[in-house]
């Protein structure tokens, strides 16, 4: 809960059954993620790459923002969340998987106690194992009927009533297992709701690098971050010289740009800051404009970096 996955890498990261409750993933990158059976509540999904990750039965209970879901597997996913500009090319939406050749293969039980295994192998015995089973539960066809408390997700202390409600409606309305079988209304309300916030590619490339730029020159998240760290560090800043002061470097609790300059390489290593395509050489000169608070923290490597995005678009009007 409350964790920082801001720029992150974590293409292909087996999360299955995990939960995620405000969690910030801005400008992550979870391509070909396995979160079957994964909640992300009261989190932000903004200018996230999703693209080929199997979200098989994952509730999606945050905001949706510049979220690249193309090729994602859908199937007996749920949301509530606001969705704005996302790319929801080539979805699935019926029972399958992407096999490890990445290739599409029906949805099979032996696929869900493949699952069950990695998690009782990989998640140390206890109630968070516990949970994530019973999370997983909603991939299991050969279970007929499901309950609220089956997700094993908490309540939402804002709106309680109104998510069990939603959780009844979502496990009384599953997508079938047979691939043949008509979607019931959920899945095609939700279907509808994506399609509705659909972005053309140059539509969300421009919207994607306003994100980026926001997360990295106004750090609205890393100022609150910092302030709660700032008050939680203060009493042993007060006793002795952090790692960073004894070491001659200023402190994070006391300057948000350095959290933001980690935040721009995370998106180099991660592919987001290309992914704006026509829109880099923007994001870049933004970048490095002194208005951009991080410009006083850019190494020489940086600057090279985005100048080379700079480069690209006068390469391009030359043309």
Not at 144 to 164: A, C, M, N, Y
Request: net charge neutral; hydrophobic share 40%.
């Amino acid at each position: 809960m409350g964790v920082q996955l801001t720029g992150a890498f974590l293409n292909r990261a087996q999360l299955q059954g995990a939960s995620f409750v405000a969690v910030n993933f801005s400008g992550a990158s979870l391509s070909n993620a396995q979160l079957q059976g994964s909640f992300l509540g009261n989190s932000q999904v903004w200018g996230v790459s999703l693209e080929s990750a199997q979200l098989q039965g994952a509730g999606l209970l945050s905001s949706l923002a510049g979220t690249d879901l193309r090729k994602a597997v859908m199937w007996r996913t749920y949301s509530s969340a606001e969705i704005g500009g996302v790319l929801t090319s080539e979805l699935t939406w019926g029972p399958r998987f992407l096999d490890k050749n990445d290739q599409l293969v029906f949805w099979t039980q032996e696929k869900y106690q493949d699952i069950r295994k990695l998690v009782e192998r990989n998640v140390p015995f206890g109630e968070d194992r516990i949970k994530a089973l019973r999370r997983i539960e909603i991939l299991d066809c050969e279970k007929k009927r499901f309950s609220p408390l089956d997700l094993e997700i908490g309540e939402d202390p804002v709106r309680p009533s109104e998510q069990t409600t939603l959780f009844a409606k979502i496990l009384n309305d599953l997508a079938p297992c047979d691939p043949e079988a008509k979607p019931p209304a959920s899945t095609a309300e939700w279907q509808r709701a994506l399609e509705r916030a659909d972005f053309k590619e140059k539509d969300y490339m421009k919207y994607l690098a306003t994100i980026l730029g926001d997360l990295v020159c106004e750090g609205r998240d890393i100022v609150n971050m910092v302030g709660r760290e700032s008050a939680a560090m203060s009493g042993l800043e007060n006793k002795r010289a952090s790692r960073f002061t004894a070491g001659g470097l200023p402190s994070p609790w006391a300057r948000a740009e350095i959290g933001s300059i980690h935040i721009l390489r995370g998106l180099f290593k991660n592919g987001r800051f290309e992914a704006t395509r026509t829109e880099a050489p923007a994001l870049a000169a933004r970048i490095l404009n002194k208005d951009c608070p991080v410009s006083a923290e850019l190494t020489e490597d940086d600057s090279v970096r985005l100048r080379a995005f700079q480069k690209l678009n006068q390469e391009g009007a030359e043309k």
